[in-house]
């Protein structure tokens, strides 16, 4: 079974944009700047049409790549509530399983739009019956949220029985993240911790011990400039994620070919489908598609997309 388990469905109509990179600013080209620059004004303007294009290319893409399991993570700030629908919906259409969560974050709107992203993965954990899908409780990354939403989060989880998806030290501003979810009780067991770059051995282990698993996401570190994440030899539960990337895991185990041995490898690359088995995550079923149908529905959203967020860029008040 191929598990990619951390990526973002909605970053699929990125390649096809005019002029793919323009965002990403001249003199900054930092983590923050990438986030500010193209993934976060990209993330305000998705609206229900273009988010349904965007997890429509990326899990068919995904599907003809070989992939059997999605583990996606999401945010549309200004498409809240039913955005998980959408993106259920194209995973048990086009057969693949997925786990789904909103990614709640403060970085817009402040605690209120934090309330909305926890009420949109209660909304879909509670009504949800699509039988390839399953939803988890998500937090975008402990540097865009407060204690009380962390603590909201972990409440979460343990009221639905569901586990946390989260950024946890991606980049050095985020490194002291692990150490609050666990202050604010935010961690359950099977909690999917993606990245851990910035993390020290003592807290992969600590993790570890509270029954989390770690993805690593090598193309996206090394695109992003984060770093590498060599603490997390420590953990027994890491699995491989694209991060955005098209999802080819094959392409993540090149990337990481000339820093780990052929047991971690293997190791990493067998792991996903433990989780899913976790999870209760059964794997692709038949499905039948037009792809050129899929593709050219993605071009047309891609370009009324990157037109909407460049009327947008003088409107876009970035995170601090
Ligand atoms: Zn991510």
New binding site residues.
């Given amino acids: 079974m191929i598990v990619n388990a951390?990526t973002?469905l909605y970053s699929a109509l990125v390649p096809r944009f005019p002029a793919s990179g323009e965002h990403v600013r001249e003199e900054r080209r930092d983590f923050l700047a990438i986030l500010e620059s193209l993934w976060w004004p990209l993330d305000r303007t998705l609206d229900e049409r273009s988010l349904r294009a965007a997890a429509r290319l990326y899990v068919a893409e995904a599907r003809l790549a070989g992939t059997d399991v999605l583990i996606d993570?999401h945010e549309s700030p200004n498409f809240i509530e039913g955005s998980l629908d959408v993106i259920a919906d194209a995973c048990q259409e086009l057969g693949v399983s997925a786990l789904v969560c909103y990614g709640a974050t403060e970085r817009n709107g402040g605690a209120s739009e934090a309330r909305q992203g926890l009420a949109e993965c209660r909304r879909f954990i509670t009504s949800n019956r699509r039988p390839l899908v399953r939803g988890a409780v998500g937090l975008h990354a402990a540097f865009t949220v407060s204690d009380e939403t962390m603590r909201a989060a972990g409440r979460l989880c343990r009221e639905l029985g569901a586990p946390l998806h989260v950024?946890v030290a991606e980049d050095a501003i985020d490194a002291k993240g692990f150490a609050r979810l666990v202050a604010n009780d935010a961690l359950v067991p099977g909690s999917i911790l993606?990245h851990g770059v910035h993390l020290t051995e003592e807290e992969v282990r600590h993790a570890d011990l509270l029954g989390c698993w770690f993805v690593q996401?090598p193309r996206?570190n090394e695109a992003n400039g984060v770093g590498y994440p060599s603490a997390l030899r420590a953990s027994s539960r890491v699995a491989l994620g694209t991060?955005?990337f098209p999802s080819n895991i094959d392409d993540e185990v090149e990337v990481i070919l000339h820093r780990e041995s052929a047991d971690v490898i293997a190791q990493r690359d067998g792991a996903g489908e433990v989780l899913a088995r976790e999870l209760g995550l059964r794997g692709r079923q038949p499905a039948t598609f037009d792809i050129d149908a899929i593709r050219a529905e993605a071009a047309k959203e891609a370009e009324r997309l990157w037109e909407r967020m460049n009327e947008s860029q003088c409107a876009v008040a970035p995170y601090r």
Wanted: charged share 10%; glycine share 12%.
């Fill in positions: 951390h973002h993570h950024h993606a996401n996206s991060d955005g």
